[in-house]
Structures are given as structure tokens and as C-alpha cells.
């Protein structure tokens, strides 16, 4: 069975630019979940998606949204980015509630 | 107050001796426990998790959980050169959906 997905690996913006990150879950996966990774700050949980719905939402700025599309896939978008946007963002998938989270390779924001 | 913490270490331990990591966590509604193992510049991968008090084994790892406590350790039996990683406390907390509250994480070195 594939992993989870995240495109593209890598990205280098600069300030006030946007970004939109993609992940496909694992099949049968309806739950998906987004994760910034950061040296200081550790996971820190973004959103939750679960078929089509925002579950849960993290304590990050509005300029943080995401979507989930029928067929379970995840996109979320970073609007007038910061320097201090820079991280490692995660995708996560699971089966529902209470599973365990399986996550892509990420997807590596550097902003400048 | 943070909802899971974690010795950041580092922890160095020999080839073939026992590496004992912990975690405590603070709401009492934590009702799944799961560990993550990440290498550098890599993304969490699970190793186990556990829902009862108790121990669960799983090859070479065992996870504990206390709940009277608000305590889950890992062991790691055998220690090899290739767990020198990044392992990840990670707990769901009742009612929140499929949110995660990760620890910092405990940076593990084993000693050839």
C-alpha cells in the first residue's frame, strides 16, 4: 500500500509570496491532518480534515487554510508568508479517530 | 503548561544496553499514547502505541503507560547504532478529534 504523499519537497518563497502544498493519504485514509514542524517549537497541529470537513483547527493565524477534496486528498495554502513561516510542514493520514497518524516525507518551506 | 513533555537528552547509551525514554503528559482525558521514531531530516515514523495501562511489547520495543501516573515510557531491548534517532511522544486527547499533542521529542544516541 502507497504512504502518504506530500508534493513538492521542497519550496523557497520570499515574503508576502503564497504557497499551496499538496498531500495524498494513504487509500481508504479519510482523516488527514497538517503538521509544522519547527527546531524551537517541536509538531504543532494545524488542521484536521475528515471527509470534506475541518475537524479541528490549530492556534495558527488565518493566513493558514487548508481543504479536502472528495477523494480524501489534502491541499493547504499559506497566504503573505513570514520569515518565521519557514518549517518543515507534515502531512498526516489515518483511518479515523483515536488511529495512529501516518506521515509524509513533508514538505520542506523556506521563506526569505 | 505543555500537554506532553519529554527529556530533550541527549540520551547516549551503548550497543546492546537498555534505552529507557519517557514522557508525562497533563490532561487527564488523554486517551491514546503513540511513539514516533525521526531520523534527522526525515519525518516521524510510528513505532507503537498503546491504550491501556500496561505494558504492550512489540519486538525489541515495550511501551508502559500509567495513567494514574499521566506517565508512558518506551524501551528499546538491544540497543542498536540505527535507533540513534529523534523518538517522539505523541498522545489524543478525548474530544478533540484526531488532534495529536506532540512532546519536543528525546534525541537518542547508541554508543558502537
Known amino acids: 500500500k502507497a504512504g502518504v504523499t506530500q508534493t513538492p519537497r521542497y519550496l523557497i518563497k520570499t515574503r508576502g509570496q503564497q504557497v499551496t502544498l499538496s498531500c495524498s493519504p494513504i487509500?481508504?485514509?479519510?482523516?488527514v491532518s497538517w503538521y509544522q514542524q519547527t527546531p524551537g517549537q517541536g509538531l504543532q497541529f494545524l488542521f484536521e480534515?475528515?471527509?470534506?470537513?475541518?475537524?479541528n483547527k490549530g492556534n495558527f493565524p488565518g493566513r493558514f487554510s487548508g481543504r479536502q477534496f472528495s477523494n480524501s486528498r489534502s491541499e493547504m495554502n499559506v497566504s503573505t508568508l513570514e520569515l518565521g513561516d519557514s518549517a518543515l510542514y507534515l502531512c498526516?493520514?489515518?483511518?479515523?479517530?483515536?488511529?495512529?497518524?501516518?506521515f509524509g516525507n513533508g514538505t520542506r518551506l523556506t521563506v526569505t | 503548561q505543555k500537554e506532553v513533555e519529554q527529556n530533550s537528552g541527549p540520551l547516549s547509551v551503548p550497543e546492546g544496553a537498555i534505552a529507557s525514554l519517557n514522557c508525562t503528559y497533563s490532561?487527564?482525558?488523554?486517551?491514546?499514547f503513540f511513539w514516533y521514531r525521526q531520523y534527522s531530516g526525515k519525518s516521524p515514523e510510528l513505532i507503537m502505541f498503546?491504550?491501556?495501562?500496561g505494558d504492550k511489547e512489540d519486538g525489541r520495543f515495550t511501551a508502559q503507560l500509567n495513567k494514574a501516573s499521566q506517565y508512558v515510557s518506551l524501551l528499546i531491548r538491544d540497543s542498536q547504532p540505527s535507533d540513534s534517532a529523534t523518538y517522539l511522544c505523541a498522545v489524543n486527547i478525548r474530544g478533540t478529534g484526531n488532534q495529536f499533542y506532540f512532546g519536543t521529542g528525546t534525541s537518542l544516541t547508541v554508543i558502537p
Open positions: 490532561d487527564r482525558g488523554s486517551q491514546s
Open positions: 498503546i491504550y491501556s495501562n
Open positions: 480534515y475528515f471527509s470534506e470537513t475541518q475537524r
Open positions: 498526516a493520514s489515518s483511518l479515523d479517530n483515536n488511529s495512529p497518524l501516518h
Open positions: 487509500s481508504g485514509h479519510r482523516s
